[in-house]
């Protein structure tokens, strides 16, 4: 999607801070970190929310890539967030995990 600005991330024509990808997903630092790692894994396909994703395998590789992404950073404890909808607070619909890291986090978390 042209307009979607994880697509135009993962296609190089928005400048991001890449940390790993592979044929199907993309990971990329958040620009606005909300813990000392804050990392975004994204399938490469457009897909625009959890809810309307149909490739199991996709979504599970985006999963282990974000699995990978804190093996690679040393975590030993993380994170994983997906939301979906406005309401929860996604705003870029494009499905996307943050790996959240690198401090004690509390629950709940908002």
């Not at 909300?34 to 457009?46: K, Q, S, Y």
Request: hydrophobic share 45%; glycine share 8%; charged share 25%.
């Amino acid at each position: 999607m042209s307009d979607c600005l994880f697509c135009r991330i993962v296609a190089g024509d928005v400048p991001s801070k890449k940390v790993f990808e592979d044929e199907a997903t993309f990971a990329f630092e958040d620009v606005a970190p909300r813990a000392p790692t804050h990392v975004l894994i994204v399938p490469r396909e457009h897909v625009d929310t959890i809810a309307t994703a149909s490739d199991e395998a996709l979504v599970g590789r985006v999963f282990l890539t974000a699995a990978r992404v804190a093996r690679e950073r040393g975590l030993d404890s993380y994170r994983l967030v997906v939301n979906n909808g406005p309401d929860a607070g996604q705003t870029v619909f494009h499905l996307h995990v943050h790996l959240l890291g690198g401090r004690t986090l509390s629950w709940p978390p908002g």
